[in-house]
């Protein structure tokens, strides 16, 4: 009689992000070690039915992956299985869909299927372990929005990407002395642009979880140029709303899916240009965050999470979402983490410790104030005073920071100085 294995399934659904493969290698070895055949089906929750679409997977065809950005899998976002319109409300799965993936589970004899996914394809396992499929999740988004975990793999990979293009932009607008605004996503959650934002050295930072207004965002330019620095860099999250609430969209969707983002950054420029008179230039990251490799704190992430999620089918803890919280990868009802949105906590360590620093929110015009607390917001008429009544391009420098100081230097020495003094984070 020849041997039956025992048989788990894994998809990748939704946007794709960083770290995918990890996961698929990680659950691929960890359930080859435990006596598991492994399929892997394609383009998410669409190769589990009509037609059925999967390959089998193993140590030798997913050696190497473990570096590869995207998902060997492929993925699709949402397609026939939309279990949520929007952020959050539920719609149910078609009753006809749900039987042929019944149906798929018993012809390959699936013992688990391993769901990784964002909040929408995670709603889409939690209505399959509500229909009785054994089914088991691996929270995934560069957003970090998922609650119940304190890191998605993927985000710190887009956050280095999004660091990286503030590195160069930061030379680029030091030389040309220029306002260089950096458009990131994350949906209606700013962990990507606080993170890049700190690490990259922005100095004003705009993000859903902190009303901001543009007199502010002007306020802090144009202190800066009093300061003698020249040049500023805006980070702005593509779900930031404007000052009157308005989300800037890139294309309104009229079926299930969600409404995608996109402008803001462009939006910011041009009032930053019209207001103060600053040359002001746009830098819309987009997918340029989703795509490449995982970073190693990604990878590590990632391939624990696939090895985990393979352990909690073996110990049949169905209808749970591997989640990290440190030091610790444990588990969780997907329920209790869908639909919940993390978004950043406005009073958290990274936003006291940027404000103490000086760096800008848009909700103040004061950047120094008591530690950990921002200022109490100035009345528009009062940042008007301050604002210079010509175009302000032409700002004066104050008396420590003049080139009176610098008289004794050589003429490069001084330009030199007033380059580093101007690129001084
Ligand atoms: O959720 C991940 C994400 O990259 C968001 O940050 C972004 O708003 C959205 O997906 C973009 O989606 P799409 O790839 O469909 O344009």
Redesign the pocket.
Known sequence: MSHVAKRIGILTS??D?PGLNAVIRGAVKTAERHGYDVVGFIKGYEGLVDPVTYIPLNGKNTAGILTQGGTILGST?KGRFAATVGVQDRIEIDPVLMAGVQATYEQLGLEGLICVG?DGSLAVAQQFHEFGLPVVGVPK???NDLSATAFTFGFDSAVACATDALDRLHTTAASHERVLVLEV???HAGW?GLYSGIAGGGDVILIPEIPWTFENVCGKILERDQQGKKFTLVVVA??AELPDGELVTAERRQDT?QT???GIGNVVAYEIEKRIGRETRVCVLG?L??GGGPTTFDRVLATQFGSHAVRLIIEGKFGDMVCYQPPSIMSVPIVTAVNKLSQVDANSSAVQAARAMGISFGDTTETVGPFGRPNALKSNESLNESLPSSECTDIELTPELSPAGLEAMPAEWEAAAAYADAAMW
């Open positions: 939704g946007g992000c976002n964002g988004t560069i957003d996503m994350g949906r990507i593509e779900g899916r995608r983002l996109g997918h965050q989703r």
